[in-house]
């Protein structure tokens, strides 16, 4: 199984600041099949990117995924009062999915 | 990008059966992941289960030998079953799928509170 640490496990950051999110993996993720989701209080998950760098539809272009192997990156390049938030990556490159364990960005 | 709506019982006592089903609309069934998830309150996303393009099933192993995770494509649907459950399974239900990411669409989270 997969094991996804993510870091840090929060991040205080200002709006418009930039914002660097790690997802390490304890093996290669095949195909970098690793996807990142967006989620709010009381609110379900909401993909960001997939295939470690491509954006899902409607998801602004602040928000880009970079990385492979066994490191990748999620980065908002300008933070909008909308995206604090808890942020979890997830491998499916293996038949046992996995994800890491969030991290929540707050606001400073 | 489908829609799904899930629904099930919410409140088990310790050894009940939990069973929830999760409805897809406004595309194709065929062709996409499946996938169960889980979020203990306060917690992170557990994967519990999907079934995959090629119409296999693939179980997180620390929970496998209580679960099964089936389909039905007449419906378009898909369910979850977890036997035996005890507190320790009180959580918010997700079902969820795609095409290009098993995490593409989300259902509207279903919690369910184990309690004698």
């Known amino acids: 199984e997969i094991v996804l640490t993510q870091s840090p496990g929060t991040l205080s950051l200002s709006p418009g600041e930039r914002a660097t999110l790690s997802c390490r993996a304890s093996?290669?993720?095949?195909?970098?099949?690793l996807a990142w989701c967006q989620q709010k209080p009381g609110q379900a998950p909401r993909l960001l990117i997939y295939?470690?760098?491509i954006r899902a539809a409607g998801i602004p272009e602040r928000f880009s995924g970079s990385g492979s192997g066994t490191d990748f990156t999620l980065t908002i390049s300008r933070l909008e009062p909308e995206d604090f938030a808890v942020y979890y990556c997830?491998?499916?490159?293996?038949?046992?999915?996995?994800f890491g364990q969030g991290t929540k960005v707050e606001i400073k | 990008q489908v829609q799904l709506q899930q629904w099930g019982a919410g409140l088990l006592k310790p050894s009940e059966t939990l069973s929830l089903t999760c409805a897809v609309s406004?595309?194709?069934?065929?062709?996409?992941?499946w996938s169960w998830i889980r979020q203990p309150p306060g917690k992170g996303l557990e994967w519990i289960g999907e079934?995959?393009?090629?119409?296999?099933?693939s179980y997180n192993p620390s929970l496998k030998s209580r679960l099964t995770i089936s389909v039905d494509t007449s419906k378009n649907q898909f369910s979850l079953t977890l036997s035996s459950v005890t507190a320790a399974d009180t959580a918010i239900y997700y079902c969820?799928?795609?095409?290009?990411?098993?995490?593409?669409?989300w259902g509207q989270g279903t919690l369910v509170t184990v309690s004698s």
């Open positions: 969820a799928g795609g095409v290009r990411s098993p995490m593409e669409s």
């Open positions: 406004g595309g194709s069934f065929s062709g996409h992941y």
């Open positions: 079934i995959f393009h090629s119409g296999s099933i």
């Open positions: 093996q290669r993720v095949s195909s970098n099949y």
């Open positions: 295939g470690a760098s």
């Open positions: 997830q491998q499916y490159g293996s038949s046992v999915r996995t």
